[in-house]
C-alpha cells in the first residue's frame, strides 16, 4: 500500500486546522505543532514552504502566525504533495535521476507499464482537490462515492 509522507500529512493537518478558524485569525507554527503533537521544526518547515507558494500568508512578530489566502478548491493534492516533496514518482525509477536510483533499471521488464501507472495516478492526484481530502467540498470524482469509502474525513 502507498503512504503519504509525513510531510504532507503535516500540511494537511494544518490545513484543515486553520481552515476551521475565523477569516484573519492568524495560527503559529507552535500552537500547530502542540496541538496536534507534531514536532515543531517539521511542520513550520511545511508552513513555511506553503507559505513560500502562496497557499499561506506568514505575519512575523509576537502575534504573527499563517492564515490561508488562497482557495483549496484550487490547489490539487497533486500540487500540494509535490509542493512540500518536489517531483515524486511511485517508484524510483520515475524520478528525474531514473537509473541512477534503481539497480534494476538496466534488466527491468515493467518500466513502460510503470510510468503508465504513475501518469494514471498523477492525472487522478491532479483532479482532488485539498478541499475534498480534507472534507471541506463535497467529492467531483465518484471514485468517493463507493461503498464503505467515507465521502468525509473528520
Given at each position: 500500500m ?21 477569516p484573519?485569525?492568524?495560527s503559529s ?27 499561506l ?97 473528520s
Open positions: 502507498m503512504r503519504l509522507n509525513r510531510k504532507v500529512e503535516y500540511a494537511l493537518i494544518v490545513l484543515k486546522y486553520m481552515s476551521q478558524k475565523k484573519g485569525q492568524l507554527a507552535k500552537e500547530m505543532s502542540e496541538k496536534f503533537q507534531a514536532p515543531f521544526d517539521a511542520t513550520s518547515r511545511v508552513l513555511q514552504i506553503m507559505s513560500h507558494n502562496g497557499v500568508r506568514s505575519e512575523h512578530g509576537a502575534h504573527g502566525g499563517y492564515q490561508i489566502v488562497r482557495d483549496l478548491e484550487k490547489i490539487s493534492f497533486y500540487q500540494l504533495n509535490e509542493m512540500i516533496l518536489g517531483p515524486v514518482g511511485i517508484t524510483k525509477c520515475i524520478s528525474k535521476e531514473g537509473d541512477k536510483n534503481c539497480d534494476l533499471q538496466s534488466n527491468c521488464n515493467i518500466v513502460s507499464p510503470i510510468r503508465f501507472l504513475n501518469f494514471k495516478f498523477s492525472e487522478f492526484l491532479k483532479q482532488l482537490t485539498v478541499a475534498e481530502v480534507l472534507g471541506l467540498s463535497e467529492p467531483k470524482l465518484n471514485l468517493f462515492r463507493s461503498e464503505g469509502v467515507p465521502n468525509h474525513v
